[in-house]
């Protein structure tokens, strides 16, 4: 595999699905100088979940209370990363798929400059077998 898998912290919020909503919640944080490693957000129920990954959880937790936007967490989740190929994805859940590893959630992207990057969600049950079968750190 190519690349490299860690894990990470989240944080996750419900939120109303409507419009404006997702933008306030994440120009409450910037203005708190959050940097977040990566964000997903969708429709959940009658309402959506915003999902904030995040490098340092004790300060995303101070800011996201400066900034009033109330948070559940943190959880584990895992970030991959590495250079751009047929079957970048793929090798890295394969890997998972082979211990019987169920992927909860997936999000994949190309990076630009011949990068990808994926976030994905295994069961809390999983994570650590997952990290162990990754390399994750």
Partial sequence: MAG????AQ????????KPGVCARTLQALR????NLLAFSGFP?????QLDFVVTDAASFKAAAKR???????????????GDDRPGAVADVIG???????NITALDAVCGGEGRF???????????KKASKILGAV
């Fill in 4 to 7: 490299t898998v860690h894990a």
């Fill in 10 to 17: 989240y944080f996750k919020m419900k939120v109303p699905d």
């Fill in 31 to 34: 203005d708190e100088g959050v």
């Fill in 44 to 48: 959940k129920g009658r309402g959506a």
């Fill in 67 to 81: 900034a009033k936007v109330k948070v559940k967490g943190p959880k584990t989740c895992f970030v991959a990363q």
């Fill in 95 to 101: 890997r998972l798929a082979d211990a019987k590893i």
């Fill in 117 to 127: 990057g994926a976030l994905f969600w295994v069961r809390p049950g999983d994570v």
